[in-house]
Nanobody
């Protein structure tokens, strides 16, 4: 599956952004989807993951209550709604896909198991 992320930009602290990730292919619904981010000088980290059906979602503690991941399997698209943004949310955000019907918070920790990655979109939050 090929992925194309969009929606990043510059926003003030407290503001909102919505990221989108469009996937190619007819098997999108067999993939768990995730959003990950990487700030300068830091390792890539998990932000949120959604199961293949959209029935289960998992979030990093740092974004719980502020970010919402969702998907539309009919449109082959996954979204990340980001509210109450903070300067520490500044990073390049990537979407990724993992072909699995499994669900569980372990999906957040297994970044290497996501085999398909988009190109990344920059999110900058000013203070």
């Amino acid at each position: 599956v090929q992925l194309q992320a969009s929606g990043g930009g510059l926003v003030q602290a407290g503001g909102s952004l919505r990221l989108s990730c469009a996937a190619s292919g007819r098997t999108f619904s067999s993939y768990a989807m995730g959003w990950f981010r990487q700030a300068p000088g830091k390792d890539r980290e998990s932000v949120a993951v959604i199961s293949w059906s959209g029935g289960s979602t998992y979030y990093a503690d740092s974004v719980k209550g502020r970010f919402t991941i969702s998907r539309d399997n009919a449109k082959n698209t996954v979204y990340l709604q980001m509210n109450s943004l903070k300067p520490e949310d500044t990073a390049v955000y990537y979407c990724a896909a993992r072909q699995t019907y499994l669900g569980g918070s372990f999906l957040l920790s297994q970044i290497g198991a996501f085999g398909s990655w988009g190109q990344g979109t920059q999110v900058t939050v000013s203070s």
